[in-house]
């Protein structure tokens, strides 16, 4: 065994050197590439024409606002470090005057925060509130998930299982729990007066939904059974309560992203003196299931209509159904699916993202809550989501990107008109849009006949007839599409950077939306056969070689993989599979075995022997004995989200193997790496290994072997 340790300047010294491109004027650093600040958590105030966001800028995390009609924006908060506390679940107070926001990420199975920098004194999570003039940030309490009173300066949060209370402004002091209740209980909502507040008791194989009233300080649960009930909505005149039911399931294992029918229903409860009745029910097939919506499941609109989403059709869309029961009416029709969803202020309108008309990018689209056709905000290359419309009702907020231009936020009149980039100082002057390629849609098929989409980026100015060095790319989740732009998403808007950094050093790249994504319907989503029931995907990655293997202009003994999580479990798969076709690969924080635990989901039912067999042929470690190729392991050993023990696992079976691989491991961090330095590490480690492994670059030397 030898090990070689080196430095992270020495890894950025060896990305940036024998860049194939910069002669022709086609090169950049990684460091310029991952530069721009990426936008999140984009919300209005409920009046007037205020709206905030986060800016995450090499690490540096701060809450931006902007008022119209100017819209001039401005940085509200004065966090300077890479010190990966994330800020999150932004909102605004009745009166406007204060952004509520979370800092710091939640705890592990263990009962620990995200700590990446292995601060001794250790960190918190904590809701804080930011002053609108002064920018003066106040602690409410540790906890998450925060929702402002709509008339009053109150601010309810979650805390281990529990909501807690702290007021706003002057008045505020030490947070107090709002009541003591079984359970474990969540996801707080104000009735419009600020008197009452509904919540979801969790109590294991059954939910309630409760009510708390403040005056009274007395609790009530909504026709509690043994069902699962969640998602309270107050109606506007906050007289009626809708909410989410489905069956108990106390039988049947549940796993994640499973094939068991879900089935669900909409409920209305006149508050407080009726009894809940059901107004819709979803069928009983698998494409009737509760499908993945969050917040977005279930909406009041206009004229005592509720709006929801479902994948009924085999696509993810919204309908509109009477809170009096009746027809369901579907709003969003066509072979695309519904992603983020917002109302104007009237709630007849519900302002949505979509890739309707364009599969591989998002657009905004509007459509009245009571049904009619759809009409479209925004076209053309870019992709545009987060809608949100200002409290005035004059303005649509968003944010958007294209294949050159990072993600940023966008004002434009709700009425029709040009929008603008808000913060377009807040991109670094040598960010380098102009010599970023644009990729092409690519389509092809895998052996089943499955259409796969994919995005090409070819190297600018590559000379004709020139075999290229390939690297072929896989998303996690799974449940995750990539574009033809800048991500929408943090942790891709990484990888597309580093994509494109690949494709500057004279790389061919090909991003693969392999089956179990998202964007092309619910049978795409859960495909039969797919990852610990089988890797039916992989078949998509194979495909992805072949598409490559058959242009002129791809050396296909030099094609490697890369990817993150579920990602980097079909890099995992190719090398252990396929390492006479895939040479070489970079594999973060990937599942390796599927047949053990992966963290805190349940990917199969572990108590079948059946399906652990099935499991283990379908993951890496069930083809190890042919890995050949060598391979670079990256892994932060605080993932909750796949355990770190997969990759201590991997790293002793391809020691027995006499693999070669290397390793860099980040103590303290998490599954998507809280610090920006760390991100740089990979990348430039990546870059690095393929340069040596794929066009054989440099000395033959390893991290660790």
């Known amino acids: 065994m030898k090990t070689l340790r080196l430095s992270f300047a020495s890894l950025l010294l060896l990305a940036a050197c024998a860049l194939p491109c910069a002669a022709q004027g086609q090169g950049f650093t990684l460091e310029q590439v991952t530069s721009s600040p990426f936008p999140s958590d984009l919300v209005a105030a409920r009046r007037g024409s205020r709206v905030a966001w986060a800016f995450d800028a090499e690490g540096r995390r701060n809450i931006w606002v902007a008022e119209g009609p100017q819209f001039q924006a401005r940085q509200l908060t004065r966090y300077d470090k890479d010190d990966g506390q994330e800020l999150s679940e932004l909102s605004f107070s009745a009166d406007g005057n204060w952004v509520v926001f979370v800092r710091g990420g939640g705890k592990n199975r263990s009962g620990e925060l995200p700590n990446p920098t292995s601060d001794p004194e250790g960190v918190r999570q904590q809701v804080l509130a930011a002053n609108w003039t002064t920018g003066q940030v106040r602690v409410l309490g540790e906890g998450e998930g925060p929702r402002p009173s709509p008339t009053g300066p109150q601010v309810v949060f979650e805390r281990d299982g529990q909501l807690w209370v702290n007021t706003l402004g002057p008045a505020a002091g030490e947070p107090r729990k709002l009541f003591q209740a079984r359970g474990s209980n969540g996801s707080p909502q104000w009735s419009p007066d600020g008197r009452l507040v509904a919540f979801t008791s969790a109590r294991g194989d059954h939910s309630f939904v409760g009510v708390y009233d403040t005056v009274k300080k007395s609790i009530d649960f909504v026709s509690p059974t043994v069902d699962r009930d969640s998602t309270p909505r107050w109606s506007t005149d906050g007289r009626r309560l809708a909410f989410v039911r489905r069956p108990t399931n106390i039988n049947q294992p549940a796993t994640f992203l499973g094939d068991e029918p879900d089935p669900w229903a909409v409920m209305v409860a006149d508050y407080p003196e009726g009894e809940a009745r059901e107004v819709w029910r979803s069928g009983r097939g698998a494409n009737d299931s509760l499908p993945p919506a969050g917040e977005e499941i279930l909406q009041w609109g206009a004229d005592g209509r509720l709006v929801f989403v479902s994948e009924q059709d085999g696509w993810r869309h919204l309908y509109s159904v009477p809170a009096s029961g009746g027809r369901a009416e579907l709003l969003t029709p066509g072979a695309c699916e519904v992603e983020d969803v917002t109302y104007t202020g009237d709630r007849r309108s519900v302002i949505f993202s979509s890739n309707c008309g364009d599969i591989d990018r998002r657009h905004l689209f509007f459509v009245s809550t009571a049904g009619g056709s759809p009409r479209a905000f925004t076209s053309g290359k870019g992709s545009e989501w987060s809608p949100v419309v ?46 970023l390629v644009e990729p092409q849609q690519a389509v092809f098929k ?7 989409h994919g995005q090409l980026f070819l190297p600018a100015g590559a000379p004709k007839g020139e075999k290229l060095p390939a690297v072929i790319f896989m998303h996690g989740g799974p449940s995750r599409q990539m574009l033809l732009g800048w991500h929408y998403m943090y942790y891709y808007h990484n990888a597309y950077a580093f994509n494109q950094y690949l494709a500057s050093r004279g790389y061919t790249v090909l991003s693969v939306n392999y089956r179990s994504g998202i964007g092309y319907g619910r049978a795409f989503r859960m495909a039969p056969k797919r990852g610990a029931r089988g890797a039916s995907e992989y078949q998509d990655v194979l495909a992805a070689a072949r598409y490559l293997r058959n242009r002129a202009d791809v050396d296909d003994k030099r094609i490697g993989l890369w990817g993150g999580s579920y990602g980097g479990y079909l890099t995992a798969l190719g090398l252990a599979r396929d390492s006479d076709v895939f040479a070489a690969g970079v594999d973060m924080h990937g599942v390796h075995d599927w047949s053990q635990r992966i963290s805190g989901a349940s990917w199969i039912d572990y108590s079948s022997r059946d399906a652990q067999k099935v499991a283990l042929e379908a993951s890496p470690v069930g083809s190890v004995q042919k890995w050949r190729s060598p391979v670079l392991l990256i892994h932060g050993d605080d993932d909750r989200n796949v355990s770190f023990a997969q990759t201590v696992d991997l790293v002793r079976r391809l020691r027995e193997q006499h693999v070669e691989f290397e390793q860099i491991v980040f103590p303290d961090d998490v599954h998507d790496f809280l610090l920006h ?17 794929l066009k054989g670059r440099g000395d033959e030397r390893t991290f660790t072997r």
């Open 390 to 435: 200002t409290g005035d009702g004059n303005t649509l907020v968003h944010l958007g990107s294209d294949a050159r231009k990072p993600a940023m936020p966008y004002a434009m009149p709700l009425a029709g008109g040009p929008g603008r980039m808000l913060a377009p100082g807040a991109l670094p002057r040598d960010f380098p849009s102009s010599r």
């Open 446 to 452: 895998a052996e089943d006949g499955l259409e796969v």
């Open 677 to 693: 330095r760390h991100w740089l590490r990979a990348y430039a480690a990546a870059t690095d290994f393929f340069e040596r492994k």
